[in-house]
């Protein structure tokens, strides 16, 4: 199985979200199958069919994140030397040259990317036309709407 590359931040929200679905969530779970039982009647018993569905919820996500976790190749960016060049996991500042607007994004893993927080996948169109590109470089990015030319102002490792 191939590795995925994660960013600390993002293995670490992972972490905490299995923490919460094993030591809160599934005790939640299984104490409303319990109370449902006592209700008697099992096959009309709309209360016990809903916890049993969201247990089925509850341990599918725990199995997929550790399955994520299991693949993940965490990425601590903070470690390497900055060169200037982007790459997986960096922040760019990046100037958008047809309305001059500036915006930063941070390149994470697709389970991490949010781009309403700025988190771009490194799958994404703007980041696969970032990759590997320096400061002060223009990197034209092909989008259904055509293409959009970029100067690069800033590359950071936090």
């Given at each position: 199985?191939?590795?995925?590359?994660?960013?600390?931040?993002?293995?670490?929200k992972l972490r905490e979200e299995?923490?919460?679905?094993?030591?809160?969530?599934?005790?939640?779970?299984?104490?409303?199958?319990?109370?449902?039982?006592?209700?008697?009647?099992?096959?009309?018993?709309?209360?016990?069919?809903?916890?049993?569905?969201?247990?089925?919820?509850?341990?599918?996500?725990?199995?997929?994140?550790?399955?994520?976790?299991?693949?993940?190749?965490?990425?601590?960016?903070?470690?390497?030397?900055?060169?200037?060049?982007?790459?997986?996991?960096?922040?760019?500042?990046?100037?958008?040259?047809?309305?001059e607007r500036e915006i930063t994004?941070?390149?994470?893993?697709?389970?991490?990317?949010?781009?309403?927080?700025?988190?771009?996948?490194?799958?994404?169109?703007?980041?696969?036309?970032?990759?590997?590109?320096?400061?002060?470089?223009?990197?034209?990015?092909?989008?259904?709407?055509?293409?959009?030319?970029?100067?690069?102002?800033?590359?950071?490792?936090?």
């Amino acid at each position: 199985m191939k590795q995925t590359p994660m960013t600390i931040r993002g293995a670490q929200k992972l972490r905490e979200e299995l923490d919460h679905l094993k030591s809160v969530r599934r005790p939640q779970i299984i104490e409303a199958i319990a109370e449902a039982r006592e209700h008697g009647d099992l096959k009309e018993n709309a209360e016990y069919h809903a916890a049993r569905e969201q247990q089925g919820f509850c341990e599918g996500r725990i199995q997929e994140i550790e399955s994520k976790l299991s693949n993940a190749q965490v990425i601590d960016i903070t470690r390497m030397p900055n060169n200037g060049k982007v790459i997986f996991g960096s922040t760019v500042t990046l100037f958008r040259v047809d309305d001059e607007r500036e915006i930063t994004y941070r390149i994470v893993g697709d389970d991490e990317s949010d781009i309403k927080a700025n988190l771009i996948s490194v799958n994404s169109p703007i980041a696969r036309g970032l990759i590997g590109k320096e400061e002060d470089d223009v990197a034209v990015v092909k989008t259904p709407s055509g293409d959009v030319e970029y100067e690069i102002i800033k590359v950071e490792y936090l």
